[in-house]
T-cell receptor
């Protein structure tokens, strides 16, 4: 399968714990995006990478959130000291710089209890 | 601040009918996307519109872009039940709130 892969698909965690999600983009895609989607809402942009460089971060990305893409391939999104308000679907997307089409992964559904 | 507004937010229509979903945006961009999302699933790319006057069609769906009016439309022709889903427009990385479409027999 050469699509965007996210892991885990589901995560239940207790409030205050740290969680980390992984995204493997389509191999030739140099741009990688993270979004958060809550029930009944559209995806909200969090951050994006071009290769290993994090080029833009949304104001939604508080200091509890950090994202990395150390080698310009897979990316991780970490949430520290999780809060109930962090419960959402976290989506990753990737695309090539020269092509507009973006491809989304299946998402990681986070539930903070 | 960039705003992307869709309307209607909810749409219930009968099979065989036509309807249009509207997407207004507040600033220019080089990419206007339409996505489909089924409940509990991720987003499926439908169309990417890159220039003024662009029109793309796939099956019963047709999308158009008017950059001067800052408006994109998604037109549904002769709706069928399988089209029931939530449809999002996005300007670059900014998404609208979505239109939840239900097609009834």
């Amino acid at each position: 399968d050469t699509g965007v892969s996210q892991d885990p698909r589901h995560k239940i965690t207790k409030r205050g714990q740290n969680v980390t999600f992984r995204c493997d983009p389509i191999s030739e895609h140099n741009r990688l995006y993270w979004y958060r989607q809550t029930l009944g809402q559209g995806p909200e942009f969090l951050t994006y990478f071009q290769n290993e460089a994090q080029l833009e971060k949304s104001r939604l990305l508080s200091d509890r959130f950090s994202a990395e893409r150390p080698k310009g391939s897979f990316s991780t999104l970490e949430i520290q000291r999780t809060e109930q308000g962090d419960s959402a679907m976290y989506l990753c997307a990737s695309r090539s710089q020269g092509r507009p089409e973006a491809f989304f992964g299946q998402g990681t559904r986070l539930t903070v209890v | 601040e960039l705003k992307v507004e869709q309307n209607p937010l909810f749409l219930s229509m009968q099979e065989g009918k036509n309807y249009t979903i509207y997407c207004n945006y507040s600033t220019t961009s080089d990419r206007l996307y339409w996505y489909r999302q089924d409940p509990g699933k991720s987003l499926e790319s439908l169309f990417v519109l890159l220039s003024n006057g662009a029109v793309k069609q796939e099956g019963r769906l047709m999308a158009s872009l008017d950059t001067k009016a800052r408006l994109s439309t998604l037109h549904i022709t002769a709706a069928v039940h399988d089209l029931s889903a939530t449809y999002f427009c996005a300007l670059g990385e900014r998404f609208g709130a979505g239109t939840r479409l239900t097609v009834k027999p």
